[in-house]
């Protein structure tokens, strides 16, 4: 019964984020209006036939703006994870492979970058390069990697002392097909796992340094952008903040239970 129950919550899981995605990817399709299109007798509009979702500030469509906006989330999230992903598992990996002094530095490395609080590591680098959405991803990237980095090398630190590591040495095995056949295929999946249930930490951090106007631009439809610009009007309309705020949520719930779903599938 718990099995069945597991499985339907995956197969549920997995729906939710073939829809959040489709949403994304369709997202010029399903908006009504131009996000970027402004027109300021509808400044601050109720919700209508022809703008389901009301207008903002300057009186564009909220309902596409955040169906764009799920664009740049969304896929940024997913690029950026899997880039941190392929970096820190690959640093990881040939730290505790290697040993030695290779290990020592890289620690030194992932000790120190560790050491700052990513977010704030992140708006530093994001303030130093400029604003924009390549920017904002090199950002996250420069400081995400790590956290795979140090759990990769905690796992290849534990296979590479398991006898049949020691055997395939033995029978003369390149130090490649070790990586590569024995060690990767016995850690990956925790590392799956991991990157599953990042990408609704990375959502939020996408829209952090957006809020904090060191992401995206302002015109750029963007959850984060977005929050940051109807904050100045929470007190007369609050939609401009709830709606962005609502889709950053949604998205984020869906990605995490699907990691969670995943978690309990693999395990």
Known sequence: MKNRKNNIGFKLSVIFILAVTAIAALAPLLAPNDPNAADMLLANAAP???YPLGNDQLGRCLLSRVLYGARISVFS?????VIVFAIGAFIGVLSAYCGGWTDAVISKIITAVQAFPKVVLAIAIAGLLGIGIKNTIIALCAVG??????MARSLTLTEKSMNYIKAARIC???????I???IIPNIIYPLIINASLGIASVIMEIAALSYLGVGVKDTVPEWGSMLNAG????QTDIKLVLIPAAAIFIAAAVFNLFGEKLRDRIK
Do not use: D
């Open 145 to 150: 990697w790590v956290e795979f980095a140090r």
């Open 77 to 81: 999230s997913i690029l950026i994870t």
């Open 231 to 234: 904050r100045n009007y929470m």
């Open 48 to 50: 209508s036939p022809g």
């Open 180 to 182: 590569c056949l024995r």
């Open 172 to 178: 003369g095995e390149s130090h490649l097909k070790i």
